[in-house]
Structures are given as C-alpha cells and as structure tokens.
C-alpha cells in the first residue's frame, strides 16, 4: 500500500476501469509517462491484466535490447 500511495499521489486521478492488479502491474513502469501511457492505453483497449502485463514486459524487452 505504500508504494501504491508513492506511485499515485493523492491528487492522481484513479481509473474506477482498473482493477487493483492492473496497478500492482503499474506500480512496476518506473517511468512515469510511460506508466501514464500503459493507463491509458489498457482503459482505451480494454486490457486484461495479462495483455497489460504482456505489453508492459515487451516493451521493457524492447528497450533492453533483448
């Protein structure tokens, strides 16, 4: 819960479409625009946790050159 609190301050606007995993996966994206766009993105498409998870992971891959 403290990271959840670090991660989205007070003032940050919550998504009632997000479940509490999708954050727990959020919470993960160090980069906060990053982690904005993955918000959005998985509210838009409509992502489950894992299609979120699996972008979140692909992406992360992608940057690493792996």
Same mark, same amino acid.
Request: proline share 2%; net charge positive; aromatic share 16%.
């Given at each position: 819960?403290?990271? #959840? @609190?670090? &991660?989205?301050?007070?003032?940050?606007?919550?998504?009632?479409? =997000?479940?509490? &995993?999708? @954050? %727990? =996966?959020?919470?993960?994206?160090?980069?906060?625009?990053?982690?904005? #766009?993955?918000?959005?993105?998985?509210?838009?498409?409509?992502?489950? &946790? %894992?299609? =979120?998870? %699996?972008?979140?992971?692909?992406?992360?891959?992608?940057? %690493?050159?792996?």
């Amino acid at each position: 819960m403290r990271q #959840f @609190y670090l &991660t989205f301050p007070n003032g940050y606007a919550l998504r009632s479409e =997000l479940s509490w &995993t999708h @954050y %727990r =996966l959020l919470m993960r994206v160090k980069n906060e625009n990053a982690r904005e #766009f993955y918000m959005q993105e998985a509210v838009k498409s409509q992502w489950s &946790t %894992r299609q =979120l998870e %699996r972008q979140i992971d692909c992406q992360f891959k992608i940057s %690493r050159g792996v």
